[in-house]
């Protein structure tokens, strides 16, 4: 799972995170937009943002959640990784057939077994590595050091800032300019469905056909 880029979606600042299948490397497994205000962490999907955690609820206290479960905080506490003091939180929600999303969630990583809400106790976790720029590497007491080496190293690290993308809405085509070489591309509506996709050029136009109106990534 990576955070890929930011984007706005309704006026707020949104990343974007891809999420692909170690079980078949390169397989697409969809994108999740999410969005942070406050204490307050959602994901956007069915074209409006639901709440996911709250970091400012204590313990005792019971949020309805954007999925339609009630969150309950059963212990708050913190964390050092590297030198950084993070929030951590306790949590009960769901009764483990519909929808679950409990255990310990930490802040700016997540939740630590189940990243999103899931059914019938099909677990993505446990968490294994976590790196970004600002906190560096965290690495879970439930895994080794070599456990995450592979993960690790397989970040991307030569970003291209430079390419940009516009839009002409007179012939309904997108124009890519920046890219150094032959680039596979992927346009994708707001809830992460494919909707074209091939290669691509610099300064090359994507034409569109018979598309609809919205929001595309």
């Not at 890929?4 to 974007?16: A, T, W």
């Not at 446990?126 to 080794?144: A, F, H, K």
């Not at 995450?148 to 309904?172: H, L, M």
């Given at each position: ?16 995170l ?37 970091f ?30 993070l ?36 677990y ?21 050091e ?72």
């Open positions: 799972m990576e955070s890929i880029k930011d984007s706005i979606i309704e006026g707020k600042n949104c990343r974007i891809e999420f692909t299948s170690q079980a078949s490397p390169g397989d697409h497994c969809g994108l999740h937009i999410m969005y942070q205000q406050n204490d307050s962490i959602y994901e956007y999907w069915s074209g409006k943002f639901h709440l996911m955690y709250d400012g609820a204590v313990k005792g206290d019971s949020i309805m959640t954007g999925y339609g479960e009630y969150m309950i905080i059963l212990k708050n506490s913190t964390i050092n990784i590297n030198g950084h003091i929030r951590t939180q306790e949590v009960s929600c769901g009764n483990g057939v519909s929808v679950t999303f409990g255990g310990s969630i930490i802040e700016s990583i997540g939740n630590t077994y189940l990243f999103f809400p899931t059914v019938d106790l099909e993505e976790g446990p968490l294994r590595c976590y790196q970004d720029s600002n906190i560096g590497t965290y690495i879970s007491t439930v895994w080794s070599s456990d995450c080496e592979k993960i690790i190293n397989a970040i991307p690290v030569n970003f291209q800032p430079e390419v940009t993308v516009t839009y002409n809405s007179t012939n309904s085509t997108f124009r890519v300019t920046g890219i150094q070489s032959l680039c596979i591309f992927e346009l994708l509506d707001i809830e992460g469905r494919i909707i074209k996709r091939g290669e691509i050029l610099n300064n090359e136009n994507i034409l569109l056909k018979n598309t609809v109106r919205g929001v595309f990534l």
